[in-house]
C-alpha cells in the first residue's frame, strides 16, 4: 500500500496576496505543511502541487525528495481540490498501486501535525470498510442558532426568520465540520467518485479548535502568528 501526500499550493491567493510563502512564525506558510508531511511516519513520497517553481524551491529547501507538480493555467485558478488531484494521479501514475491512500494537506490550515496526519491514515487503514478520515473541529456556532434573513427584505435588523432553537450550548448536539487540516483517502474511491471526503462513510480525527485555524483572510493570518510566536503551537 502506498500512500502519498499532496500539498496544494498555488500562487494566485486573493485573500491574502501569495499567503502560501508568508512567513509565519520565521518559517513560510507552505513551510509548515511541508515539515508535518516530513515528519509523518506512514507517507512514502510528498507531491507539491503549484504553478510556482517559486514556491516549489520554498518546498524543496524544507525536503528535498518532494516532487513537483506543475499546474496548468487552468488548475492554477481558482478550482477545486478533486481537479487537482485528478491531475496529479493521472501524471504520477507509476507512483500509486490500486489500494493507495492519497492524503491532501492545506498549508492554510498551519498547525495540522504530523501525528493528526498518521492518525488519519491510521484510521483508515484499520477501518477496510471506511472511504476517508478527515480532521475536524467542533462547530461552536451550532446550527440551531444560526439568524436568517428572510427573503426580499435588505434589513436584516428587522426581518428575522428566527427558525433556529436558541437552547443552551450545553443541551445540543455536539457536531463537527473539516478544519482544512488533513483529508486521507482511498485513491480506488477518489477516482471513482471524484470526491475527497466520502459524506456516508467517513471517519474523523478531532483537533483542538487552537490548532484548527484556516487561513482565508488577514484576520486569520494574525490570529496565528499571535499563536505562533507565543509558542502555544510549534511546526513539525
Known sequence: ???????????GSKGVPHKNIR????????????????????????????????Y??????????????????????????????LDVINKFDELFDDDAIIVLIQPTTPFVSHIDIDTCIEKLIKNPHVNSCITVK????????VINKKENFDDIGECLDL????SVRQNLKKRWIANGGAYAIRKSFFEKNKKIIDEKNTLVHEMPKIK?????????????ELLANSGLVNPE
Open 56 to 85: 516549489f524551491k520554498i518546498a524543496n529547501s524544507f525536503n528535498d525528495e518532494i516532487i513537483f507538480h506543475k499546474r496548468t493555467p487552468e488548475l492554477a485558478e481558482d478550482v477545486p481540490s478533486e481537479l487537482v488531484l
Open 212 to 224: 484548527s485555524l484556516d487561513i482565508d483572510e488577514e484576520y486569520d493570518f494574525m490570529l496565528c
Open 1 to 11: 500500500m502506498k500512500i502519498i501526500s499532496i500539498i496544494t499550493a498555488r500562487s
Open 23 to 54: 512567513n509565519l512564525g520565521g518559517i513560510p506558510l507552505l513551510g509548515w505543511g511541508v515539515k508535518a508531511a516530513s515528519k509523518s511516519k506512514m507517507i512514502n513520497k510528498i507531491i507539491l502541487s503549484t504553478d510556482s517553481e517559486e
Open 138 to 145: 467542533e462547530v461552536t456556532e451550532h446550527p440551531e442558532w
Open 163 to 166: 427558525s433556529g432553537s436558541f
